[in-house]
């Protein structure tokens, strides 16, 4: 691929392009939800929460509230929710509820994830460059057995995506300049926003994140430099 | 170990304690010195090279410079270190100094180091608390095989040890309180700063770090909370 002869690092998006959120924090759920309100769908509780993820973060990049970690953004989201799915949020001790919240550290890769990161990796330096914190990141790293060079992006560049700061930090860490680095995604927007700040690109879909019913970023909306079926195609592309 | 019961994660000094800088040092500029400056010792090249670290990182502790990575103060001492060994900096291509000065990221691990850190993850979260910067510790981790589950230290807090930020938001990233996280290291001024900042403390000596002739940090010079061998004596003693 020619627009990869100087690419020395891949970061990764990794809610939805390295990791199912939705199945996880579905079944990390079940039990809480069917103690709290027997019924409830742990999938559609775990898309309400997911709503409230875009909204809390554009307080941040707005620059209407300082830079907070995400686990801290999921967990006032979390109790946002509650009363959505007819839980009085005074009925939950809080300990129950940071115990949920730790939910997003305990999500799967996808089947292709550690396979493809693992060969990846012999060739490039590889990282998240996710919106979660460093210790969600680890958390889940260590649990799935993802295997990353380092654990970089929003909170080491104290900047949410699509903040072009949080794509020139995390090349800067590198000391990398940014065509030096692709951005790896399956969301075609975080990938625009890497474009415009001259990383490279790579899309892989990821077509059920958001469930049976998905339909955004079902393909590639630009001409990214690499569109990959999965992680070990992209290795595979990439020839390593 | 009693004082140990809440410890979450493990963090490392690199320099001296993980990794042997003398000797790598030495190789990496051996070809370089007996090319412009031949006799000249490549133990005693590292030696100086080593001895301008502190007072370079003290211009920024006391806060007369901001914060720069410790790639530049590196490269910044190899320039002023030439005229020592007869060697006209001038005379130097400064892409053969930026390929000199990536010799600290090429260094070798103790015997003990990787076996030691392989089983410690097994129990703990463990991480670099090293004044090396990011990309530094990056190569190195890649080249050696340092299992590390993020690379945390100076760069991610923006202070040198033995400044109390770089204990305190190195503890701060990892979400952990001072006292569930232990410092590992050589040297026992490391040790009672990470002390100091209420973190758990972890002495193993490394007699030979500074050549056969070292008289500092050959034993534990206060009541650290625990004293090994090696890294592998270590995890014996963690029970992981």
Redo the contacts between chains.
């Keep these: 691929v020619p627009a990869f002869a100087d690419v020395q690092a891949l970061v990764f998006d990794v809610f939805g392009t390295v990791v199912d959120w939705r199945s996880g924090v579905a079944r990390e759920s079940a039990a809480f939800l069917a103690h709290y309100t027997p019924g409830a769908d742990p999938a559609a509780f775990a898309d309400a929460w997911r709503r409230r993820y875009q909204p809390a973060m554009e307080e941040i990049r707005s620059g209407r509230r300082p830079f907070i970690r995400l686990?801290v953004l999921h967990r006032e989201n979390l109790e946002a929710l509650l009363p959505e799915f007819e839980i009085d949020p005074a009925s939950v001790l809080p300990s129950q509820l940071d115990a949920l919240n730790r939910a997003w550290h305990r999500l799967d890769p996808w089947p292709d994830s550690v396979p493809g990161l693992t060969r990846l990796k012999r060739g490039f330096?590889i990282a998240p460059l996710s919106n979660g914190?460093?210790?969600l990141?680890?958390d889940m790293?260590?649990r799935a057995g993802l295997p990353?060079?380092?654990?970089?992006g929003a909170?080491?560049a104290q900047a949410y995506k699509p903040r072009p700061e949080a794509y020139l930090r995390t090349a800067e860490?590198?000391?990398l300049e940014p065509e030096q680095v692709c951005l790896v995604a399956a969301h075609n927007g975080d990938l625009a926003a890497a474009r415009g700040c001259g990383l490279r690109t790579a899309f892989i879909p990821r077509p059920t994140e958001h469930g049976p019913e998905q339909t955004s970023d079902l393909g590639p909306e630009e001409d990214w430099d690499i569109v990959a079926s999965d992680l070990e195609d992209l290795t595979n592309q990439l020839g390593v």
């Design positions: 686990d330096i914190n460093i210790r990141m680890l790293a260590k990353w060079d380092a654990i970089l909170e080491l860490a590198l000391m």
